[in-house]
């Protein structure tokens, strides 16, 4: 489409998570050690929670690539599992030699098996499940009675959860109790603020194989920042859109011009105020004539 235009290898902003774009905001970063930590200390369950389209899926991945030698990881994506299909799709991901027949007492007999020869291999065993908000009461119960099976020195099994902020409300529930105190290290994910936005976007431009002058002018990158309020699924997104309407007309650079035109045609972009203000400025601005034309009023009626 606009990769040979621009000089890009690959498309930058897309929105499929590929470990290779991975941004190290301080955030994400700081949960990335915190999981790296928190894992090779042989913790149970840690949970890692953020809004839409913050990166949870990709910083689990990235956690993935970053184990190395001395863990095998299974990773659930799918959160509407019964815990039969949870006990299966484990099984299967950590090569437990499972049919799809068996019983369930023959899943768990099998899992813990594959689990002991794991362990006396020297080897951690870490369980990564995403979108865990919309996970069954039941089946996170079924995720926690797996995490009892261990040794008189370490647990067997060690879950990572990855999930919205309604998460932590379900877990403040009396049927989840138990679940929330084995949580052990918790994590809350943040937007990318104005300066991480600029660097987000340069970064995933080089990454692509951009090397020429800057692509997006400062006030182009500080709209993004703007009509993404952060989120980098929405700085993905307004970034793709202002080059396709940068490439149409044949043109070399992202202005404000091009970033308007893929606000205004995305949903859930904020709506950037006229002449791009700042909100506080548009605001007082806009006080300021409503205060002018209610004197101008108040005069004319004394009058």
């Not at 299909?85 to 594959?114: K, W």
């Not at 929405?234 to 044949?250: Q, S, T, Y």
Request: with cysteine; aromatic share 10%.
């Amino acid at each position: 489409m606009y990769l040979q235009h621009f000089g890009f290898r690959e498309y930058p902003f897309s929105l499929t998570p590929d470990t290779s774009f991975f941004y190290g905001y301080a955030s994400h970063q700081e949960a990335l050690n915190v999981l790296l930590v928190a894992l090779r200390s042989g913790e149970g369950f840690i949970k890692v929670t953020g809004e839409v389209g913050l990166g949870k899926t990709l910083l689990c991945r990235k956690l993935l690539d970053s184990l190395g030698d001395g863990f095998v990881t299974a990773f659930l994506p799918n959160p509407h599992l019964s815990p039969g299909s949870m006990r299966l799709a484990l099984a299967e991901e950590l090569g437990a030699g499972v049919s799809n027949r068996a019983t369930q007492e023959d899943m768990l007999r099998a899992i813990t098996r594959r689990l002991l020869q794991l362990a006396g291999a020297g080897t951690q065993v870490v369980v990564c499940l995403d979108e865990v908000q919309a996970m069954p009461n039941y089946t996170l119960e079924a995720v926690r009675l797996l995490t009892n099976l261990e040794t008189e020195k370490f647990k067997l099994l060690q879950v990572v959860m990855f999930g919205q902020p309604e998460l932590d409300a379900r877990l403040k529930g009396i049927h989840l109790r138990q679940l929330q105190q084995r949580i052990t290290f918790s994590y809350r994910l943040v937007p990318l603020d104005k300066q991480a936005v600029a660097e987000y976007v340069r970064h995933r431009l080089r990454v692509a194989g951009y090397h020429g002058a800057p692509l997006f002018t400062e006030r182009a990158l500080a709209a993004v920042y703007r009509g993404s309020g952060g989120i980098p699924r929405l700085v993905n997104i307004l970034c793709h859109k202002a080059l396709l309407a940068a490439f149409g007309p044949g043109e070399d650079y992202i202005t404000l011009r091009h970033v308007r035109r893929a606000v205004a045609d995305t949903e859930g972009a904020r709506r950037l105020t006229p002449r791009f203000l700042h909100p506080l400025i548009y605001a007082a601005v806009i006080g300021a004539v409503g205060l002018v034309a209610g004197m101008m009023y108040w005069l004319e009626t004394w009058r």
